[in-house]
Nanobody, 119 residues
Framework: QVQLVESGGGLVQAGDALRLSCAAS????????MGWVRQSPGKEREFVAG????????DYADSVEGRFTISRDNAKNTVYVQMNSLEPEDTAVYYC????????????WGQGTQVTVSS
């Protein structure tokens, strides 16, 4: 099993920046990829960004491309997402997720951290 704990959420104003962190523990050697997914009230869960654990491949949703940057620190088993130029539409609960090798899907999820962007 892999445990994920997010931190860094909060209330900010439009245009501000925020960095979320996700610390992984447990069977971290089984992780192939990690990412961030968000969900706003009344909306479906939305992929935000993903990064391969061993390599440098990054993927972003069109809605955050150019504003968000995902990164990882393998030594700390931690993934980050730097969120710049935040917009009210970015308000959501942000979940960290991890995919086990060869699974093709996110198998593990954190508890989520709230990000609220006021206009």
């Amino acid at each position: 099993q892999v445990q994920l704990v997010e931190s860094g959420g909060g209330l900010v104003q439009a245009g501000d920046a925020l960095r979320l962190s996700c610390a992984a523990s447990g069977r971290t050697f089984s992780i192939d990829r990690m990412g961030w997914v968000r969900q706003s009230p009344g909306k479906e869960r939305e992929f935000v960004a993903g990064i391969s654990w061993g390599g440098a491949r990054e993927d972003y949703a069109d809605s955050v491309e150019g504003r968000f940057t995902i990164s990882r620190d393998n030594a700390k088993n931690t993934v980050y997402v730097q969120m710049n130029s935040l917009e009210p539409e970015d308000t959501a609960v942000y979940y960290c997720a991890a995919a086990a090798t060869l699974s093709g899907v996110y198998n593990y999820w954190g508890q989520g951290t709230q990000v609220t962007v006021s206009s």
